[in-house]
């Protein structure tokens, strides 16, 4: 599934979601770079094991408010955010070059253009 992060009226950036548990489980690693986030949905914790790239991470609450954001490099295990639901994987600095930090807001928008309603 595909989408949008946006913050306040302004996309800052497509998305990939990963909802099901097996694209949870493959995660960022069935991608080339992060160039494009993904959004991993119910999730408080990641790792980057297999990973050939860093990502910073975002962890979000259930009203999708940064709870925090965290740089990892490769074959890492992070620590969970307890007050996480979700987390938002992209290349490192993207975050701060969309002018987000935590406690901002962000919305994101699902596509449905596979057919869904």
Same mark, same amino acid.
């Given at each position: 599934?595909?989408?949008w992060?946006?913050h306040? *009226?302004r996309v800052v #950036?497509s998305?990939?979601?990963?909802s #099901? @548990?097996?694209?949870?489980r493959?995660g960022?690693k069935a991608?080339p770079n992060a160039?494009?986030?993904l959004v991993? %949905?119910?999730?408080?914790?990641?790792h *980057? $094991? /297999?990973? @050939? $790239? =860093?990502v910073?991470?975002? $962890?979000l609450?259930t %009203?999708?408010r940064i709870?925090?954001? @965290? *740089?990892m490099?490769?074959? @890492? &295990?992070?620590? =969970?955010?307890?007050?996480a *639901?979700h987390v938002? %994987?992209? %290349? =490192? /600095?993207?975050f701060?070059?969309w /002018? &987000?930090a =935590? /406690?901002?807001?962000?919305?994101?928008? &699902?596509?449905h253009?596979?057919g869904?309603p």
């Amino acid at each position: 599934m595909n989408g949008w992060i946006v913050h306040d *009226t302004r996309v800052v #950036s497509s998305v990939n979601v990963a909802s #099901s @548990r097996q694209a949870k489980r493959v995660g960022m690693k069935a991608y080339p770079n992060a160039a494009t986030p993904l959004v991993i %949905e119910s999730c408080r914790w990641v790792h *980057t $094991f /297999g990973m @050939r $790239f =860093p990502v910073d991470v975002a $962890f979000l609450d259930t %009203e999708n408010r940064i709870v925090d954001i @965290r *740089t990892m490099q490769p074959n @890492r &295990l992070g620590f =969970p955010v307890f007050r996480a *639901t979700h987390v938002v %994987e992209a %290349e =490192p /600095g993207a975050f701060r070059h969309w /002018g &987000l930090a =935590p /406690g901002d807001v962000i919305d994101i928008h &699902l596509s449905h253009l596979d057919g869904a309603p």
